[in-house]
């Protein structure tokens, strides 16, 4: 069974840091495509960085320069980094991975992934 586990939300300041992590279980993720979307109230789902399956890497451009996705594959992990938070990133934070290879573009696209996690709340004031 495939399983992602989000952690690592919270309440920060305008101007601060969080990471947020995923541990992948029930498959080696190295070959995965991952991705991290974000959902704030009354908005759609967007995607805000991922990792194709050639380990190319997209962010979305209003993250751009301020968040860093990166994974460990000895631990199973993926990883967002987020600096230079701002309100406007406030949002529950999802992890999702997907088998299939895509092209980097598609992998911004929510319709693109089946395993998602539970997701993370961030918060910033």
């Known amino acids: 069974d495939v399983q992602l586990v989000e952690s690592g939300g919270g309440s920060v300041q305008a101007g601060g840091s969080v990471r947020l992590s995923c541990e992948a279980s029930?498959?080696?993720?190295?070959?995965?495509?991952m991705a991290w979307f974000r959902q704030a109230p009354g908005k759609e789902r967007e995607g805000v960085a991922a990792?194709?399956?050639?380990?190319?890497?997209a962010y979305a451009d209003s993250v751009k320069g301020r968040f860093t996705i990166s994974q460990d594959n000895a631990k199973n992990i993926l990883y967002l980094q987020m600096n230079s938070l701002k309100p406007e990133d406030a949002a529950m934070y999802y992890c999702?991975?997907?088998?299939?290879?895509?092209?980097?573009?598609?992998?911004?696209?929510?319709?693109?992934?089946?395993?998602w996690g539970q997701g993370t709340q961030v918060t910033v004031s």
């Open positions: 990792i194709d399956s050639d380990r190319n890497i």
């Open positions: 999702a991975g997907d088998i299939r290879s895509h092209n980097l573009a598609a992998t911004m696209y929510d319709v693109s992934y089946v395993y």
């Open positions: 029930g498959y080696m993720f190295s070959a995965w495509c």
